[in-house]
Nanobody, 123 residues
Framework: VQLQASGGGLVMAGGSLRLSCAAS????????MGWFRQTPGQEREFVAA????????FYAGSVKGRFTASRDNAENTMNLTMNSLKPEDTAIYYC?????????????????WGQGTQVTVSS
C-alpha cells in the first residue's frame, strides 16, 4: 500500500491544521492506522492511532484533547485534525498503516509509511 500525507504548513500557536493521508494499492479498511512525528535528532514518536472501523482512537498524552484522528474507509483516507497547536508540535508528521490490532503506539508495529509532511508552529 502507498501512503501520501498532506496538509502540513506554517501556523501560529493556537491555530489549527488538518493533515490527510491518502492510500492507494489496497483497501484501507483492512489496516489500523497511525500518525507519528519526528524532529531532527529525535526518534519518531507516536501521536495518534485509529482502529480499522474507526470506532477506537488512541492518543499520546501530549496531544490528547487537542488532536483528533478520523478515517473514511470509503475514500481510503485518514485525517488528523490538530487544534490549539503549540510550538512543540513542530515536526514532520508521518502516517502509517499496520495489520496489528494492538501495540498501535509502537513504530515497529507499522509496515507501511507515508513520506511525511512538515508542520511548523510559530510562537
Amino acid at each position: 500500500v502507498q501512503l501520501q500525507a498532506s496538509g502540513g504548513g506554517l501556523v501560529m500557536a493556537g491555530g489549527s491544521l488538518r493533515l490527510s493521508c491518502a492510500a492507494s494499492g489496497r483497501t484501507l479498511s483492512r489496516y489500523s492506522m497511525g500518525w507519528f512525528r519526528q524532529t531532527p535528532g529525535q526518534e519518531r514518536e507516536f501521536v495518534a492511532a485509529i482502529s480499522r472501523d474507526g470506532r477506537k482512537t488512541f492518543y499520546a498524552g501530549s496531544v490528547k484533547g487537542r488532536f483528533t484522528a478520523s478515517r473514511d474507509n470509503a475514500e481510503n483516507t485518514m485525517n488528523l485534525t490538530m487544534n490549539s497547536l503549540k510550538p512543540e508540535d513542530t515536526a514532520i508528521y508521518y502516517c502509517a498503516v499496520t495489520d496489528y490490532y494492538n501495540n498501535l503506539s509502537l513504530v515497529r508495529s507499522y509496515a507501511f509509511w507515508g513520506q511525511g509532511t512538515q508542520v511548523t508552529v510559530s510562537s
